[in-house]
């Protein structure tokens, strides 16, 4: 089971911190991800972390503004988002990789979280 938190409203260039609380999962053995929606469109990925070593991706439209972490002790992995743009809005998703490492940002979800709401406008 996946619980995201963190979104919410902010200006442009401003910053949030999304957090999924993860379960059910081996946590040291996951690779957790993040994807986004856009209303309309297709989900995208956008991070992901193998957990077993920290290892990780990040989408091209995002590298540098984007970080992927984890936290063993909470079993909860964090996105941090930096400099935001208007077209960063969308439904954020925690997901769980179904083969338990990354290899890149887009990959078969076995677990998808419910969401968390990012907009960023003026």
């Known amino acids: 089971r996946l619980v995201e938190s963190g979104g919410g409203l902010v200006q442009p260039g401003g910053s949030l911190r999304l957090s999924c609380g993860v379960s059910g999962v081996t946590f040291d053995y996951a690779a957790i991800g993040w994807f986004r929606q856009v209303p309309g469109k297709e989900r995208t990925g956008v991070a992901c972390?193998?957990?077993?070593?920290?290892?990780?991706y990040y989408a091209d439209s995002l590298k540098g503004r984007v970080s992927i972490s984890r936290d063993g002790a909470k079993n909860t992995v964090y996105l941090q988002m930096n400099n935001l743009k208007p077209e960063d809005t969308a439904v954020y998703y925690c997901?769980?990789?179904?083969?338990?490492?990354?290899?890149?940002?887009?990959?078969?979800?076995?677990?998808w979280g419910q969401g968390t709401q990012v907009t960023v406008v003026l």
């Open positions: 997901v769980v990789n179904r083969f338990g490492r990354c290899s890149g940002v887009s990959f078969d979800v076995a677990v």
């Open positions: 972390i193998s957990l077993n070593d920290g290892s990780w």
